[in-house]
């Protein structure tokens, strides 16, 4: 057993590549090691800026013989059978046995694997490991790049270490042969290192200050910094993006802090974080009080001859040059009102067949007053106190929940148009076009310079958010209607132009924007989703329709009056078909964007709420009663549903139900639904299940109530008759007032009566009048419990 | 020898530079003149574009002048320039020490690498407008960018082979570093001490301000404010044209400098500001087929001699 060193040396490998360049290099050398037979024990995989490397412990010095036999024709087979079975064992004609099988003379060919030298099959694992290895980007060089079968790597590879026990593997590849020795750091160590074995390896390179070992590295920076912060009366903001990237940049990290200008921090520190974040690389460091101080910790890869005071001061005087570039930008921005700069919006294209940007802002503004008249976005929100982001600036002025409590709502609906018409100005400011993730956020500091009223300010602020799971909600009501106008004309916008994401591919990102507008409903407004597409969809017509005026009419309309049911997704989908041709175009997209999109809402919300832990099918059943479009309500059905199945009761009703249902099922009885004509005159496209039969299936069902039976029940037949009267009206009320919880104790109050009434009655009687009534009754029941869901969606 | 010890690159502008000449003349570089031409980058310079090109071997350096209109700040930034030097170093094929090399000449002009932290930061480079890409890196000197290093992959749509390596070093960066002067104004042109500069400058030192500031004043003023956009316009349709005429005549390098003329004609109307965001697109893209058209032609044209020398080799 030996242990097995590989090195490959390059120029510097980009940071961002090395952790799955290691993790390429154990797969590869997996593969390798597996084909050949050769088993082994741990492996380790490190890597620095001009290196990677792996040890491998315990491997056998050979493999093992084998001997495998394979099965060929029988003799006397054609010679083109015989031939094709020896090229593809590669053996001879002589070389074959003949044996018997079951009473025939058969051709096998029997092939002894010796068993091979380890360093051999590494010889030649090496070279493949090279040549198949994946990087995300990778070069040519050098003189051998004359051809473009040259090797190719992330950057120039310039040597191999490859070691079994101490003896050298040799091979080459690329005109690059391995030899037993390294180089260290690049400017702490001159010339060769030699390496005896895997063992003395990483202590080698310690001493040419090379720290191989990556986690080595990221731990010394992440104590570092912080010991740096912590020496000059300082927190490290910590960062493990940063810590990472910079264990990844050297092979002697040293942690140094310098100091920046004070007068630097009037700039936003949003904005002083980024710049030395993604510019420099640098953390930064907290006060006392949490605020940002004016020190930043670099990570030198040397020790410098003078304890890192020059390095020090270079680095800070990048940073103050970078800062003044930002501050430069943050007053000059300040010098022009931001409904200024959103005038210059009107010369960026927001998307080809949407308008400018100035056109959406346009859009929005009109959607955030409407969501605030229409009673959707109220003036004081659900929850006492407003969430807002992580700047303590907001939280300073306070008062948002205050004044907005105040307002009445002619007075929100200024804000929330005010705040949408500024919300995309900060887009042509200087610091967003360097900084494009600041979005959002200098336009709120903006809006605060210029003493706008603080809930404008929050809005433009936050009015992305929430910009993924987990991302913080917004609740102020300004934001509120801007943030959701935002989205929904983004969302409504791109399905009705045809932009729809299809597969994987999402480039306007609308299924964040889709949980987003769900994420903000649920946090307690009352809306039909039907109702604010049809809205966000108007002003889009306008223009979407422009060239068709006698389309546009109709499609407003339409747009206005759609809801969400299975119905009418289908009808908006047939006209779609029937429009199809160039001039109809953009008003097939219409009718079939309008159809898809609530599709495309219910799709995320199961998605979301299988993420969040509730059973699928459990939301199915939900989502087949169809015809909803208030999401608050359809959550509290699931959550209601998803409590009672976890009772006894919901198991037990569960199991009565399919009992009942495949009763049904079996006699083929559709019971009163079944009476219902679904032909002719009626819309084809009506489906069962249809929300709009219901009232009709419930003017049949008194009907059928009332009516008396030809017969005397049985007692557990008048027993579950009794429970329906008394709990069909509980059920419905409760569902009237949305209180699903005490639906589902309506429902659960029918179990016994229907455990009794299967254990006692007989469905099936001889005359047709009671096999009829209990049949009947059976539906009644099923019906009953589709009022609260749909229970044959339900599994177990 | 003589001459190279009585250079002091750590306090001279120019002793920098002719430091530099003397490294790469002495490892092999042809040292080149800056092309007459106004361009964006070094990279423009026909030694760059067009001979990384074609298998031959080619090793040059030279000083381009660089212009950006768009960067002009009328003098008033201390490091931000509309024209400036670059350092172009070309080493085709790219040879095995090329960052040993690179690290070398550093040390001439005063960076020791003991105490200054240098690193080789991921940087690729693409110019669509040259149909040409590359990996390498922007190095760092204590965490300011002072050279951008490329090994070119591909070159006017062609793969590079071989591959060439590319050195563009920014001269006034590296010179305010190495003079610790924070404002690019304040670099030394020259020796300040010089005792052998003859006539009016005898004994006094000239600046960087003294030679570019009121030209970057003016320039900045012209580029923003004066240029005659109808004549920018017009100029932008001739050299379109003559880049066109002159590829139908085969002369492809006589087109290749239209294509620069256009080049920076476009940078004109975008630093006047009157070319509207679509059209930026479309201006781009007619730059862009002047550029690859001369590099194709180029390569059409040599790959008969190409071909002559490197029998196996092809575009």
């Not at chain 1, 002719?680 to 069962?688: K, N, Q, S, T, Y």
């Not at chain 1, 104790?745 to 005359?767: G, K």
């Not at chain 2, 960066?173 to 003859?198: C, H, K, W």
Request: charged share 25%; aromatic share 8%; glycine share 8%.
């Amino acid at each position: 057993m030996s242990d097995f060193l590989l090195e490959l040396r390059c120029e510097e490998i980009p940071a961002r590549m090395q952790a799955g360049a290691r993790a390429e290099l154990q797969k590869l050398f997996a593969r390798e090691m597996d084909a050949a037979g050769v088993s082994v024990g741990e492996v380790q995989v490190w890597s620095t800026p001009r290196r990677l490397a792996l040890i491998a412990k315990d491997l056998p010095l050979a493999t093992e013989a084998v001997r495998e036999e394979a099965k060929g024709p029988p003799v006397g087979a054609p010679d083109a059978a015989v031939d094709g079975f020896c090229n593809k064992n590669g053996v001879t004609r002589d070389q074959l046995e003949e044996r018997d099988v079951k009473g025939r003379a058969t051709w096998f060919a029997v092939i002894e694997k010796p068993g091979r030298a380890t360093s051999e099959v590494l010889a030649a694992a090496i070279p493949a490991i090279i040549r198949d290895f994946s990087w995300p980007k990778s070069m040519r060089w050098g003189a051998a790049s004359l051809s473009t079968e040259s090797i190719k790597w992330v950057r120039p590879l310039s040597g191999i270490v490859a070691l079994l026990g101490d003896e050298l593997v040799a091979c080459e590849v690329g005109g690059i042969a391995s030899g037993p020795a390294t180089r260290g750091h690049r400017f702490h160590a001159s010339g060769e290192i030699a390496i005896a074995n895997a063992g003395d390896y990483a202590a080698k390179l310690h001493a040419a200050h090379v720290i191989v070992d990556h986690e080595e590295r990221q731990d010394i920076i992440r104590e570092g910094a912080a010991k740096a912060a912590a020496d000059a009366g300082l927190t490290l903001v910590a960062d493990e993006g940063l810590v990472i990237e910079n264990a990844g940049l050297t092979e002697w990290p040293v942690p140094l802090l310098g100091r920046f200008d004070e007068g630097f921090l009037d700039v936003p520190p949003e904005v002083i974080q980024l710049t030395a974040r993604v510019n420099q690389k640098y953390f930064v460091c907290e006060d006392a009080q949490g605020k940002l101080a004016n020190a930043f910790v670099c990570t030198a890869n040397i020790v410098a001859s003078d304890g890192g005071a020059a390095i020090v001061d270079g680095n800070r005087k990048v940073l103050a040059a970078r800062l003044s570039d930002a501050r430069f930008f943050w007053e000059l921005d300040q010098k022009t009102p931001l409904a200024v700069h959103a005038e210059k919006l009107a010369r960026i294209t927001f998307h080809e067949k949407l308008g400018t940007v100035a056109d959406k802002v346009e859009r929005v503004a009109k959607l955030a007053r409407w969501l605030v008249e229409s009673d959707i976005v109220k003036p004081t929100s659900v929850r006492p106190e407003p969430v807002e982001g992580p700047s303590s600036l907001s939280e300073d002025k306070g008062g948002a929940s205050t004044s907005s409590a105040r307002a009445d709502i002619a007075e929100l609906a200024d804000l929330a148009e005010q705040a949408a018409r500024l919300c995309k100005a900060d887009l042509v400011t200087e610091m967003v076009g360097e900084f494009p993730e600041l979005q959002g956020l200098m336009g709120g500091y903006y809006a605060e310079k210029e003493g706008l009223p603080q809930e404008v300010a929050d809005a433009i602020r936050h009015h992305y958010k929430p910009v993924g799971q987990g991302d913080e909600v917004p609740t102020a009501p300004v934001t509120v209607a801007v943030s959701l106008a935002d989205k929904l004309d983004t969302l409504v916008g791109f399905f009705i132009v045809g932009e729809a994401p299809t597969g994987s591919k999402d480039p306007y990102a609308l299924r964040r924007a889709v949980l987003a507008v769900i994420a903000i409903i649920r946090t307690g407004l009352r809306a039909n989703l039907a109702n604010l597409v049809g809205v966000a969809a108007q002003p889009i017509l306008d223009k979407w329709l422009a060239g068709s005026p006698e389309h546009l009419a109709h499609a407003k309309i339409y747009a206005r009056d759609f809801e969400w049911s299975p119905k009418k997704q289908a009808e908006a989908r047939d006209i779609a078909e029937h429009t199809r041709g160039a001039v109809a175009f953009p008003r097939q997209m219409f009718f079939a964007g309008l159809a898809d999109i609530a599709d495309f809402f219910a799709d995320r919300l199961k998605v979301q709420q299988r993420e969040a832990g509730v059973r699928h099918d459990l939301i199915d059943a939900v989502f087949a009663l169809g015809g909803e479009d208030d999401l608050v309500r359809l959550l509290a059905r699931v959550h209601a549903l998803q409590s009672f199945m976890a009772t006894e009761d919901g198991t037990n009703l569960l199991a009565g139900y399919k009992r009942a249902a495949n009763i049904l099922k079996k006699e083929d009885w559709h019971g009163i639904e079944g009476e219902i004509a679904h032909t002719g005159e009626e819309d084809p496209l009506a489906l069962v299940d249809d929300p709009d039969m219901k009232a009709v299936i419930a003017a049949k069902m008194t009907e059928r109530h009332a009516a008396e039976l030809s017969y005397t029940p049985e007692k557990a037949e008048k027993a579950l008759i009794d429970a329906l009267d008394a709990a069909e009206p509980k059920a419905a009320a409760a569902i009237e007032a949305e209180d699903f919880g005490a639906a589902m104790a309506a429902l659960a109050s029918l179990r016994a009566p229907i455990d009794a009434f299967f254990e006692e009655v007989t469905v099936n009687d001889t005359s047709a009048a009671k096999r009829s009534s209990r049949l009947d009754l059976l539906a009644r029941f099923r019906v009953a419990v589709h009022n609260v869901a749909d229970f044959s969606r339900i599994e177990g | 020898m003589m001459a190279e010890t009585a250079r002091n690159p750590q306090t001279s502008f120019q002793d920098m530079i002719l430091t530099l000449h003397d490294f790469w003349s002495r490892n092999g570089c042809l040292i080149l003149q800056p092309y007459d031409m106004r361009m964006g980058a070094g990279t423009f310079h026909p030694a760059t574009t067009l001979r990384a090109l074609g298998p031959e071997p080619w090793n040059a350096a030279f000083v381009q002048p660089c212009r950006r209109p768009t960067d002009g700040r009328y003098g008033e930034n201390p490091n931000r320039l509309q024209h400036y030097y670059q350092y172009q170093v070309i080493l085709k094929p790219s040879p095995p020490n090329i960052q040993e090399l690179y690290l070398e000449s550093l040390k001439l002009i005063g960076i020791d690498p003991l105490a200054h932290d240098i690193r080789f930061v991921e940087d690729d480079w693409e110019s669509p407008t040259l149909g040409a890409w590359g990996l390498g890196w922007e190095v760092w000197c204590d965490g300011m960018e002072v050279t951008q290093f490329t090994y070119f992959q591909q070159m006017g749509g062609f793969d590079c082979k071989p591959v060439a390596g590319e050195l563009t070093y920014g001269l006034e960066r590296l010179a305010m570093y190495i003079q610790g002067v924070d404002n690019v104004y304040d670099l030394n042109f020259n020796t300040p001490s010089s005792s052998e500069a003859v006539g009016q400058q005898a004994g006094r030192g000239v600046s960087y301000g003294d030679v570019f500031l009121e030209n970057e004043k003016q320039m900045s003023k012209w580029n923003f404010e004066v240029a005659d956009t109808a004549a920018l316009f017009d100029l932008f349709e001739k050299a379109e044209s003559e880049c066109k005429l002159s590829l139908e005549n085969n002369v492809p390098i006589a087109a290749y400098e239209q294509a620069i003329e256009a080049s920076h004609v476009f940078n004109l109307l975008q630093a006047r500001g009157v070319i509207s965001v679509q059209e930026r697109a479309s201006y781009m893209g007619r730059v862009r087929d002047l550029a690859r058209g001369s590099c194709e032609k180029y390569a059409e044209k040599l790959m008969p001699e190409w071909q002559a020398k490197y029998p196996e080799w092809s575009l």
